[in-house]
Nanobody
Framework: QLQASGGGLVQAGGSLRVSCAASGRTSSTFTMGWFRQAPGKEREFVAAIRRSGGASAYAESVKGRFLISRDNAKTMVYLQMNSLKPEDTADYYC????????????????????WGQGTLVTVSS
């Protein structure tokens, strides 16, 4: 089970952090990621991180602005979002798999087995 939190309303240029906690049986090689879906658009990859080694990946649109991190002991993942833009407005979904995902597949929805409920991030201009 995944529980996402931390969404809200922020002005453009501001910052926000969303969190996701995984519960249940987790392995030592889990991978967690964030995807987002804006109104009228398809869901897209944002960022992901592996427990093992901490390898991460980001969508080009958020590189340099967003930072994904993890707390292995708590099986949590965080997404620190800085310099937010109105186009970052979306429902943000966390995703989880107990498997070790190769870096090139971190951005693929099919790499993940479990999904949390969305947390809404709204960036006003």
């Amino acid at each position: 089970q995944l529980q996402a939190s931390g969404g809200g309303l922020v002005q453009a240029g501001g910052s926000l952090r969303v969190s996701c906690a995984a519960s249940g049986r987790t392995s030592s090689t889990f991978t967690m990621g964030w995807f987002r879906q804006a109104p009228g658009k398809e869901r897209e990859f944002v960022a992901a991180i592996r427990r093992s080694g901490g390898a991460s990946a980001y969508a080009e649109s958020v590189k340099g602005r967003f930072l994904i991190s993890r707390d292995n002991a708590k099986t949590m993942v965080y997404l620190q979002m800085n310099s937010l833009k109105p186009e970052d407005t979306a429902d943000y979904y966390c995703a989880f798999t107990n498997g070790h995902v190769i870096i090139s597949a971190l951005s693929s929805e099919g790499s993940y087995d479990y999904w949390g409920q969305g947390t809404l991030v709204t960036v006003s201009s």
